[in-house]
């Protein structure tokens, strides 16, 4: 899978998510205007709730490209796993 393919999966969900990296936050729709082609082409591994990894050419994940966080009606953003727990027995 390559990171457009992801951004677009993530456009696609109905629960947003906001993408971070060293520079901000965007929505997967920004990403996919803002990143060039080439760099939407890179091999990519999305785990669900946590980051987006870049790939390696051997086939090992590689660097974190993204972090993934909910919007927070507030302003704020919290990690897109929080706030999940176990239900109580």
Do not use: C
Request: glycine share 10%.
């Amino acid at each position: 899978m390559n990171l457009l393919e992801i951004l677009q999966k993530l456009q696609a969900a109905k629960e947003p998510v906001l993408l971070q990296d060293g520079d901000g936050e965007w929505r997967a729709a920004e990403l996919l205007e803002r990143l060039s082609a080439p760099r939407l082409r890179t091999e990519a591994y999305l785990q669900p709730g946590l980051y987006i990894a870049e790939i390696s050419p051997g086939g090992y994940l590689g660097r974190v490209l993204f972090r993934l966080h909910r919007p927070d009606p507030t302003g704020e953003s919290t990690p897109a796993g929080a706030g999940i727990s176990r239900a109580e027995p």
